[in-house]
């Protein structure tokens, strides 16, 4: 027998075996669930009530327009021609295809999960690279502005003033990690448009809108069903994991295996610098974020402590969120992991820049953000503030996209002058 292939049989055996007891433990897991379920049938049935309170009155109406208009957009051909003219910010930033920052700015504008959808569906059309998927990924899945804003500093710990500490913690942090990953897999050649030298950014940007829009041809009427059909579909889909994770941190704090696991967590923070009273809220936030960041809000411990572990939930957004992301990049090769090292990565670089920015507190304050002095604000203001912001950052982000080419272009014009002129050949200015 070769040496190699000895060695990739052990490989395999390994596999096979972390797989199988993957299995056991996952069938165990959910096994127990469901007894416990069974046993603490009025709790569940409360929790899940919970759950469809948030989808139904939060989650559903803020989504589902964004969810339709981004299948009516990349339909028409619009997501392309953005990509066109955010190719020359986002490609030297993040790696990334220009229509990457149409997923960063759905993303900041309307939270978790909208940047995952919007990136699963660029990878089943083509428009980005599996590695080029996984960047995407790991840096756009952030919180909208008025869970930050609203729902946690005036809702949650009372305090408007804070909002400006955990948003700019949280987008920061964001942007480092999409830095970061910009060197992610950079051996892998990525998918960039097609330039053409003597032609403009703008005349570039319709020609790949009509091609997209001559691709997909599929009538007006069946682009708006489809994209009705589907965003309904997904949307039921989040809400289901909404509804199942809010049940299971209820059966985990009632059978008591968060108390089991307090002693262990709370000598992490310890150790860190933060106080151990704050484990059962790290607990919570692990597998979902408005359990968790609620908790923290409410822990008998210093603000600062508070406010360095909420910004760390924040940035991880639980397993609740994990799944439905995973959910809707469901049928791609996308894979997940680079995905989860990202969020941990997000959620330390959150709790580090929360620890460095809480020195500006007093600087901040005063500063807060327009929440009509109310914790859930209704559908028409969550939406108005939703779109006010993602065409806002959008127009920034294609401003200084459009000069950053123009910059290119004027170099470029200048190096042939210098390099005429050198030659000995004449040239005319103009």
């Known amino acids: 027998m070769r040496p190699g292939r000895g060695k990739r049989e052990v490989t395999v ?26 046993v603490f049938p009025g709790e569940g049935l409360q929790a899940a009530k ?40 986002m490609r030297p930033l993040f790696n990334v295809p220009g229509a990457g920052a149409f997923a960063l700015s759905m993303g900041l504008a309307a939270g978790y999960p909208m940047d995952a959808v919007i990136t699963g569906k660029f990878r089943r059309i083509g428009l980005c690279t599996r590695i080029e998927g996984e960047r995407l990924l790991a840096f756009t899945n952030t919180a909208d502005p008025l869970f930050m804003f609203g729902a946690v500093a005036v809702g949650m710990f009372s305090r408007p003033e804070l909002g400006l500490i955990i948003a700019l913690a949280h987008y920061l942090s964001a942007f480092s990690i999409g830095f970061i990953f910009r060197f992610y897999g950079r051996k892998e050649k990525g998918r960039s448009e097609k330039r053409d030298t003597a032609a403009g950014l703008f005349y570039r940007a319709v020609k790949r809108m009509q091609q997209a829009r001559k691709e997909d041809n599929r009538p007006v009427g069946k682009l708006l069903g489809d994209a009705v059909k589907e965003s309904v579909n997904s949307l039921f889909m989040i809400g289901g994991f909404i509804i199942l994770f809010s ?61 360095i572990i909420a910004g760390v939930i924040i940035a991880w957004s639980g397993l609740s969120v994990h799944g439905q992301v995973m959910s809707v990049i469901h049928g791609t090769d996308i894979r997940i992991a680079p995905y989860l090292a990202a969020r941990a990565g997000h959620a330390f670089l959150a709790g580090l820049y929360t620890f460095l920015l809480n020195g500006f507190l007093k600087t901040a304050a005063g500063v807060s953000f327009p929440v009509a002095g109310s914790f859930s604000p209704g559908f028409l203001y969550r939406w108005h503030l939703s779109t006010t912001s993602f065409l806002l950052l959008l127009g920034v982000l294609s401003f200084w996209s459009i000069l950053i080419y123009l910059g290119g272009r004027y170099r470029l014009v200048r190096k042939g002058k210098n390099f005429e002129g050198t030659s000995g050949n004449s040239f005319t200015h103009g």
């Open 13 to 38: 055996m390994r596999l096979l075996l972390v797989q199988r007891s993957f299995l056991f433990v996952t069938a165990g897991f959910f096994l127990l669930f469901t007894i416990a379920l069974m």
């Open 247 to 307: 049940v299971l941190c209820r059966m985990l704090e009632i059978t008591g295996i968060f108390q089991l696991l307090l002693p262990a967590v709370g000598g992490v923070l310890k150790v860190s610098g933060l106080d151990p009273a704050l484990a059962s809220s790290v607990l919570k936030g692990f597998f979902e974020i408005d359990l968790g960041v609620m908790a923290a809000a409410r822990t008998a411990a210093p603000l600062n402590d508070r406010l």
């Open 50 to 89: 919970e759950g469809l309170k948030i989808f139904w009155e939060i989650v559903l109406p803020s989504l589902l327009p964004f969810f339709i208009l981004t299948e009516i957009l990349l339909g028409l051909g619009v997501v392309h021609f953005f990509g066109v003219i955010l190719e020359p910010l």
